[in-house]
């Protein structure tokens, strides 16, 4: 046993299971005929953009906010993040009654303010050019004596992602090849996991913008890579690295690492709303991007691909589309 | 028993459903804590939209073509619509291999026309300035010695579309009131007729736009109102008026129609793609907009809306909600 391995067990991921039972959704897994003709496979997608807040951001957040001792609760928490991780935090902490404070630049899009704000977190602005958010947010949380939850290094968000995986396992069963998609590695880190625990044979390969490829560098170079300010539309997978702890699971656990095209990405998320119907975030439809766009080809097998989340601004959409 | 009662009974949509078993999905039913919240209320939203070709119309299309004689399942049938029903028809032709052709105007949308011979029916294209879509399709089905499939004023496609609510109530059980909307009437006959059959104590309101509020008028005045091609974004709901079979069920299984302003329709489209995740068109949304909108209130009750469908033309989004 590694020392890695007692930072998360499988029995974490149950033990987060059972903690968010009754309290996330189990979110539905969809087919679609026209996608298992296209691929000559059966495919589930997970979709977590069914998800509260819109997306699996939720599940690590109440797993970690739960844990946390009553005099940490009482004094609340604080993260950094515009996007889906601060929604899943501002819930959790207005469903368990810890008070949230997130750190936001300034000219973060109106709606995801609004959406974090809506869902009970306190939001400090700041100017990105007068501070990064690491350093307000450590004197913010060292002044206040806030808890810093991060957004995925973290063995409780690792497992409660990883409940996502459990889930599509439990109703689906047997898989063949698992398709997840890669920022920081939360999410593939737990879901590859207890997929690899449950379910030895299955493969799992991971996705990401090739805009973005850090991940794909630090799989195959096995040295933690680090991207600046890639330009994505895939806003999720814009973290500059895997994790400390993220990363040697994604070694462990994960078969291959493939990354797609920003036009592959646009053209998955389009087919997704079209056929599926369903409203999938450019992150969210990377996984189903690699299988979709034929950069992973496994005809006759079952695949489980994992919608990720669903927060779109659809004000802008007409820009989005119209890169096709 | 009125020769009403002969047409089209309780036990031809327990058939319908029967036929439909392991051929049309069976729909998830979506719940959503903000809508409850923002509706004092428990709202199931029965979504067609995930049903087979996107929308509800593949139920009376598969019943009605699953009911034909041999001889005229050789021969093929015909059926004049740009919208949804075409490709029901078309989807349930290919599935039962009966030859389909659609009569289509020659400016309906492209994407409208390559989902309807994708499903394999033969699109014949007309000039609408020439001649009109029922004296061309009257030739060409004499001619051909094909059946005309209408679109809603029918028996079989009345039981067909009958079965959306059957699932709901099988599913969610007791329900105080559900909101249906309301173009040609096939879907809310079926509906309000099983509803009433399984739960006596359900209201039943129909809903339609208020640019084309000829059922609305019919119901209260209890004479048939037509409508001239009425400008609403809500496509499926500008049939000129209710039907000879649609419009005296309405009369007797519906407890109320309401309207709904073209705005309440796209600001609850957004809505719903936004929070609930999916892709829902204009008429799909008629239902829901009454209750979002307050036109109907039930404060406390246990509430079914039927989401119709989902084909909307993604490349006109932003035309869309910019009206907002």
């Given at each position: ?52 807040t819109?997306s699996f951001k939720f599940?690590g957040a109440?797993?970690s ?14 993260t950094f993040s515009s996007g889906n991780h601060a929604q899943g935090i501002a819930?959790a ?9 997130v ?13 974090t ?32 939850i991060p957004p995925f290094?973290h063995?409780?968000i690792?497992?409660?992602q ?21 920022g920081g590695?939360g ?49 999720g997978?814009?973290t ?69 989340g ?15």
């Open positions: 046993m590694t020392s890695r391995d007692k930072l998360i067990r499988i029995a974490d991921i149950r033990a987060a299971a059972k903690r968010l039972e009754g309290i996330a959704h189990r979110t539905p897994v969809l087919t679609s005929t026209t996608v298992n003709q296209i691929t000559k496979s059966q495919v589930f997608f997970k979709c977590e953009n069914f998800q509260r819109g599940r109440y797993n906010l739960s844990q946390l001792s009553e005099s940490q609760k009482q004094k609340g928490v604080l819930l902490g207005k469903l368990l009654n810890i008070p949230t404070t750190v936001m630049p300034a000219n973060a899009p109106a709606v995801k303010q609004t959406a704000r809506g869902y009970g977190a306190q939001v400090i602005l700041y100017n990105p050019k007068e501070i990064t958010r690491e350093e307000l947010a450590l004197s913010l949380a060292q002044e206040k004596d806030l808890k810093i290094d063995p409780h690792i497992a409660g990883g409940t996502t995986a459990l889930e599509l396992i439990q109703e689906i069963g047997e898989l063949d090849l698992l398709l997840v998609c890669c590695g999410l593939i880190s737990g879901c590859s996991m207890i997929t690899k625990a449950l379910l030895p044979n299955c493969r799992i390969i991971g996705v990401e913008p090739a805009q973005a490829d850090d991940a794909t560098r630090s799989f195959y170079s096995k040295t933690l890579q680090i991207v600046h300010n890639p330009d994505t539309i895939a806003d997978a814009r500059p690295s895997l994790g400390k702890i993220t990363f040697p699971l994604v070694l462990e656990y994960v078969d291959d690492i493939v990354t797609v095209s920003e036009q592959a990405i646009i053209r998955t998320m389009l087919f997704i709303w079209q056929r599926l119907k369903i409203v999938a975030e450019p992150t969210g439809v990377l996984a189903a991007a690699a299988l979709l766009e034929g950069v992973v080809k496994n005809p006759g097998a079952k695949i489980g691909v994992i919608i990720s669903g927060n779109v601004d659809l004000a802008n959409l007409e820009k989005l589309f119209s890169q096709i």
